[in-house]
């Protein structure tokens, strides 16, 4: 394949190269065979004509059969992937993949494991309100054998995805409403981004923002901002959530000596509070200034367009947390 | 004589491997020299051994934290069994499971979940993965009466149904779902009655009846081979002691407790091997044998070391924790 492709492309592409390589990759979710349309965000769009209707399973609404049915093909050796249409459809899984499939490597004494990835989708900024919006990783990060995945651009998605199914653990695999038109050049067929490792996507010398997922775009254009008052941003963007590439982060930081953790979830106890308490640690005497989060308010996700836009971290606030850094008097 | 003569015999053993397992169980708690929690699985012995008697040793069983019979009928050897509930290194899950979380691929159990009704949804898995395969397994997944008012029961039945899986849902209904007898948990006058929401063959059994609780095992574990799909059995029991070891049972109606003592399922299988001509002596001989391989299964767990504190980070991922 050549030329641009979408985000929606470029998963569906990474999943048919597994299917058409695996007998044993499935994929399981509402709507998501040929009959119903090959899914809500047409994500498996062809599939099933490949595939057949054993491989592309159609299931009811129906969250925590679909999550144990991935769970217990996963122990038999196959690489299911489990589509949960919205990520707050999640918590209706909760059991199978906190109690389950996080931990039956470690309870078995890895004589079983669950090569298992949940694609979930989700966003804030199209009015879908209280529980169609939320970005939930920071609770599958405070559990010991799940990895979290989020790619912010096509290329990534391809790569991250193939990882995922290639993956001997359960990896969550968060996407982003508002990124599943973006397009880019597409990569090779085959392409894999490796779990675990961030992504350096722009180099700068003075603060570095650490993020994930869509927010990497509004860190991108802030730093294009802030280059022409003369502050040299660098982009970390960290690709896999948890366990997440510490020493990529530390190393930037070490070098600009200032960093703003930014992401879309709610900021109260966030992923942002765990890597910058880890910057602390690892950082203390050689920061220029502590560390700032910035993240969702604490409330509700709002429905109505004035909240949500209040709700969401913008752009004004990440440069004003980038400033902060950079005029700490100790 | 309704069953083949050899097929009872193994019924016999398995059910004597279970219960002189679980009556040393009781003791070593008893007597002090363990402490562990532990939910006694007297007088559900028969209807795990002639359910287990029915499947090959590749088919795949899911059970529940009162599961010591279901496993041990399944196959899983006592040495490392005991080790693991005793916390050694040796256990099956090198200690880190413990009896609520017993696993044994070698004997087809693949999972034994504390969480009531979750091991139902994974079956289907188990099942479907099969199915794929078109490998022949089947899927047993053990829960008690209480587990059939959850969510997860409802979701993994119809979604069974739906998809033909070769899954046996086998209800052991022991009378109470803890602490809560049957008719106060539910309306539903059997469990076997909810089957029909999901299309599904349901069948209701005395579980303690050996020829019966066998041939409905083997009819629903052929169906499912032949892919004509999932049964719902009830096999009627009762747990003859409290939820957990040394838990208090006085919420037991005193005629309920007779009726229990009178369905006893050991004396009464005895009489049914008496009847197909075993001896007397042919069926202590068993039973002598089977104690000296609980006695030694004992004493591999007790000169098993502890596991290291370094398995703290294996397993946790494919790749270990670095400390």
Redesign the interface.
Known sequence: MSGKFSMVAAINRAIDEAMAEDEGVILLGEDVAAKQGGGVFKISSGLTEKYGEHRIRATPISEQAIMGACVGAALAGFRPIAEIMLMNFVTVAMDQIVNHAAKLRFMSGGQTNVPLVIRTTTGVGVGFGGQHSDMLEAWFAHVPGLKIVTPSNPADAQGLMRSAIACNDPVIFIENILCYGMMAEAPEAGHRVPLGKAAVTREGRDCSIVTYGRTVIDAVTVADQLAEEGISVEVIDLRTIAPYDEETVVASVRKTGRAVVLHEAVKAYGTGAEISARLHEALFNELKAPVQRIGGAFSAVPMANALEQAWIPTKDGIKAAVRTTMSWKA | MTIDRDKLLDIYTRTMKVARADEKFRGLLAGGSLAVIYYTVRGQELVSAAMMAALEPSD?L?TTYRGQHDQIAKGVPLGPLFAEIAGKAT???????GSM?I???DSGV??T???VG?G?????????????RGDGRV?VTCFGDGATNI??FH??M??AQ??KLPVIFFCQNNRYGEHTAFADHTKVESVVARAAAYGMKGVQVDGNDAEAMYTVAKEAVDRARAGEGPTLIEAMCYRMMGHFFGADFSYMPKEHLTEMAAADPLPRLRKLMLDYQFTEGELDAIVAGIDAGVDAAWTFAVESPFPDTSEIR?????EEIVA
Not at chain 2, 120 to 132: E, K, T, V
């Open positions: 795949y899911v256990g099956t899950c090198k200690g880190k499971g979380h696993t044994h691929p693949m999972v979940t504390g969480v979750s139902l949804p994974i079956a289907n898995g188990l099942a479907l993965a099969s199915q794929n899927t969510g997860a979701e993994a119809n979604m739906l998809w294996k397993d946790v991922f494919e």
